[in-house]
């Protein structure tokens, strides 16, 4: 394994402490040096300066004494990707990499994206539900931030950033949530309409513009001006408390009208990826939600949880290139995923059900 | 068959967004929907649309009366706005202002920034580590500046406001100023 595969595939506690339903959340802060153009606007010059002042102030913050910084420039393609598939930056991160700089924690809990479409986006993970303890957490870096670099701020708007729709707070909080039930009684459809009247967006596994796989759906505030960071916070966790309650009652539901379908289609699931030798992502995705499924449900044991993720990490199209340290075509990419989705299903003990 | 808004090609996107009880329906053709960024490539299965694609929208609404503006700082216009979807530094903020209040109106839910103050964040200090984030007894963030400085700034802008004919938004920041008096102070 090379250094950058080290990096990737430090344990993150993200794929260890996860909890049924909640696949883990997320707060990110939107902050710009006032005295500098936004990054879409800036010369060459200014985002390297912007780039090392930023650098310079980050890496004196104790969050960051275990930590990793990138050059985004230097990586490879596939690298680039895979930190986006570890969600540890974003899509447009990594479109135009000119003077970026990617800071990671070694347990994956907080990046911080220097000259993506703000000069700085900070970010905090958990794989539950517990946005006190991430908000305090990303304040004290952002507290850091704005006493070492001045900070594009007005009185009336708020924090400013390149796009108004971030305006304000700044600040876009995100619950990734697992859904399967809600998409087996076809209630997500209507879910989706009225989290979307409350003013909160759904997205597919990878935020903007991405598709809805394996059941997984991602909420976030949609607004950023004119609540304050602890409303929007507050708003959030009980519009994600109550998809809990709508998600586990309909796992009754299932278990009650369509057991057989259920057990069926899980036992199948666990088939495919015990016998597989070519299998693309989005299948791979699909089983693994059953998977994931079938341990919420007691048909395998609890501890399995945390591994299931972080398989579904590791078998994805930029991950197994990292692992393989050299770039593969769809296919030759589909045959490496079936055989670790293989390696690891022949340890995983036969379905219990009811 | 319904015209898409821009080209007036037959639409197959029908967005419906309601912000603050407002609905707003907008009809596109795909590739319209895509240089919005409303769409990918492939198409979605379902619109998860960010507040991006309401805002540029009445954000190029907002560039026919907002035409003539430049950014002192930067250079930039509501044409290269509407353009790159982004604005060029925060001097935007007050030079393009006619342009930012139309998007921030449309896309989010108030045009007072309530949040946390730069510099002194006071805001760790202020939340009691016992409540829950659902706890409605929970305190909100301490504001930097007092009601009586805000009132002072609001009333700035609306003596200019007046003196630039600027009536709308002289109305607008009348209705900001009589709600921050009555409720007599900012949370």
């Not at chain 1, 952002?142 to 006493?147: G, K, P």
Request: aromatic share 8%.
């Amino acid at each position: 394994m090379n250094d950058f595969a080290k990096k990737l595939f430090q344990d993150s506690k993200l794929a260890k402490e996860t909890i049924p339903v909640v696949v883990s959340s997320r707060i990110r802060l939107a902050r710009n040096l006032a005295d500098f153009k936004f990054v879409k606007y800036a010369c060459k010059g200014d985002l390297h300066t912007v780039a090392e002042k930023c650098e310079k102030v980050l890496a004196s913050c104790p969050i960051f004494t275990k930590s990793t910084i990138l050059n985004m420039g230097d990586l490879l393609d596939y690298e680039k990707l895979a930190l986006v598939e570890r969600h540890l930056c974003s899509q447009e991160f990594i479109m135009d990499t000119n003077e970026s700089k990617l800071f990671f924690t070694d347990d994956h809990l907080t990046s911080i994206m220097i000259n993506e479409e703000d000069h700085l986006r900070m970010q905090v993970f958990r794989p539950d539900l517990n946005f006190k303890t991430m908000f305090d957490k990303i304040n004290a870096i952002d507290d850091h931030v704005s006493e070492n670099l001045n900070i594009a701020f007005d009185n009336r708007y708020g924090f400013l950033t390149a796009c108004p729709t971030n305006v304000g707070t700044g600040m876009r909080a995100s619950v990734m949530l697992h859904l399967p039930a809600l998409v087996i009684t076809k209630q997500i459809g209507n879910l989706i309409l009225a989290v979307q009247k409350l003013g909160f967006v759904v997205r597919g596994l990878f935020g903007e513009g991405s598709e809805a796989q394996g059941n997984f759906f991602q909420i976030s505030n949609q607004q950023t001006l004119g609540f304050s960071e602890v409303d929007i916070l507050s708003r959030l966790t009980q519009i994600i408390r109550s998809i809990i309650e709508y998600e586990l009652n309909a796992r009754e539901i299932v278990k009650k009208e369509r057991i057989i379908w259920l057990y069926d289609n899980i036992g199948r699931a666990l088939g495919i990826l015990r016998g597989c030798y070519c299998l693309t992502s989005i299948d791979a995705i699909n089983c693994l939600s059953l998977m994931m499924l079938a341990v919420d449900l007691g048909y395998l044991p609890n501890t399995l949880r945390g591994d299931l993720h972080q398989v579904m990490m590791k078998i994805q199209s930029s991950h197994i290139q990292v692992l393989e340290n050299k770039v593969l075509n769809s296919s030759e990419r589909d045959v490496k995923r079936a055989e670790l989705l293989r390696e690891f299903f022949v340890t995983v003990p036969n379905l219990k059900f009811d | 068959m319904e015209k898409c808004q821009f080209c007036g090609k037959p639409a197959t996107v029908h967005m419906t967004q309601v912000i603050n009880n407002k609905t707003t329906v907008i009809r596109m053709c795909n590739e319209c929907a895509a240089k919005h960024g409303l769409f990918d490539k492939e198409g979605l299965p379902f619109a998860m649309l960010s507040g991006l694609g309401e805002a540029l929208f009445s954000g190029m609404k907002q560039s026919l009366s907002a035409n003539g503006l430049i950014c002192s700082k930067c250079g930039c216009t509501p044409m290269s706005f509407k353009e790159t979807g982004r604005l060029g530094c925060p001097n935007c903020y007050k030079d393009l202002k006619l342009l930012i209040d139309g998007i921030i109106e449309s896309s989010q839910k108030g045009t007072i920034h309530k949040g946390k103050y730069s510099k002194e964040g006071t805001l760790t200090a202020t939340m009691d580590p016992t409540n829950s984030f659902t706890d409605t007894s929970i305190q909100k963030p301490i504001r930097k500046p007092s009601t009586e400085e805000k009132l002072n700034e609001l009333q700035e802008m609306l003596d200019a406001a007046v003196k630039a004919e600027q009536y709308e938004e002289a109305a607008r920041l009348r209705d900001e100023i009589k709600i921050l008096k009555g409720s007599g102070g900012i949370s």
